[in-house]
Nanobody, 115 residues
Framework: QVQLVESGGGLAQSGGSLRLSCAASGRAFTSYSLAWYRQTPGRQRELVARVTAGGNTDYGDSVKGRFTISRDDGKNTLYLQMNSLKPEDTAVYFC?????????WGQGTQVTVSS
């Protein structure tokens, strides 16, 4: 079992920055691929960014060049640095841990970007 707790969400102005954190508890954290997803009402959850156990990363097209995902396995923590925020980045952001057919989700943290 892996428990995930997100933090760092809040209100930001357009063009501003926020840093999300996801603290994980449980075993074998380093063997999981980790990701951030986001969701707005009435829409499907979409992938924002992910980082594999080996450190490879990829990003959704809408955030490339603005967001950076990173992991600190020593601290069992996943991060998402969000720069140049836009109002369309407003969503609930979820942390995800994935290994084989097993997925774990955090409870989500709200990010609101004002224009």
């Amino acid at each position: 079992q892996v428990q995930l707790v997100e933090s760092g969400g809040g209100l930001a102005q357009s063009g501003g920055s926020l840093r999300l954190s996801c603290a994980a508890s449980g075993r074998a954290f380093t063997s999981y691929s980790l990701a951030w997803y986001r969701q707005t009402p009435g829409r499907q959850r979409e992938l924002v960014a992910r980082v594999t156990a080996g450190g490879n990363t990829d990003y959704g097209d809408s955030v490339k060049g603005r967001f950076t995902i990173s992991r600190d396995d020593g601290k069992n923590t996943l991060y998402l640095q969000m720069n140049s925020l836009k109002p369309e980045d407003t969503a609930v952001y979820f942390c995800n841990a994935h290994r084989f057919a097993t997925y774990y989700w955090g409870q989500g943290t709200q990010v609101t970007v004002s224009s």
